[in-house]
C-alpha cells in the first residue's frame, strides 16, 4: 500500500483506514511508514503521501472502539523526529528550488493542521519544524 500511495485523498484515507483497522499492529506500522520515508530516493509524491498518512492517522488515533488506536500517538512521537531529518535531508536535496518550494510549503501545511487539532505540545512541534528546516543540526536519539 506505501508502495503506491500517491497524495490524493481517497488513496490516503484507504490506507488510514487500514492502518486503523489494524492497530494492534500498530509498533510495526509506526516502523514501517516510518523507514519509507528515510528513503532518499523515493519520490517526492510519495514522501508527501505518506506524511499526508501519518496525518490522517493522527487525526483519527482517537477513534472510539477502536483497541490500541490511541498508540499512534504516542508511537508516531517518537519517530517524528527522525522523520523530519529524514524529510530535511529529501528537501536539501531537491534541486529545484519551486519544487523545493512546493515540498515545503506541503510539510508546513502538516505542521498547521497538527497545530490546530493540538495533537502534540507546541514546544515539540516547534522542535519537529526546526529539524525539518535544518535549524538543528542533530537530533536526540529519544524524545523527552
Not at 87 to 111: G, H
Request: hydrophobic share 40%; aromatic share 10%; proline share 4%.
Amino acid at each position: 500500500m506505501l508502495r503506491n500511495l500517491l497524495p490524493d485523498r481517497n488513496p490516503v484515507a484507504e490506507t488510514m483506514v487500514w492502518c486503523i483497522e489494524h492497530a494492534e499492529a500498530g509498533e510495526e506500522i509506526v516502523d514501517c511508514i516510518a523507514e519509507s520515508l528515510s528513503i532518499l530516493q523515493t519520490p517526492l509524491t510519495k514522501k508527501i503521501a505518506r506524511l499526508y498518512l501519518i496525518s490522517d492517522i493522527l487525526h483519527n488515533c482517537s477513534v472510539k472502539g477502536v483497541p490500541n488506536v490511541s498508540f499512534y500517538r504516542q508511537g508516531f512521537q517518537t519517530k517524528l523526529p527522525e522523520i523530519f531529518n529524514d524529510l530535511n535531508q529529501c528537501y536539501q536535496s531537491i534541486e529545484s528550488r519551486i519544487r523545493a518550494e512546493a515540498f515545503k510549503q506541503r510539510v508546513i501545511n502538516c505542521f498547521r493542521a497538527w497545530e490546530d487539532w493540538a495533537l502534540y505540545p507546541q514546544d515539540f512541534l516547534i522542535k519537529l519544524q526546526n529539524i525539518f528546516m535544518g535549524f538543528v543540526g542533530k537530533i536526540e536519539e529519544k524524545v523527552e
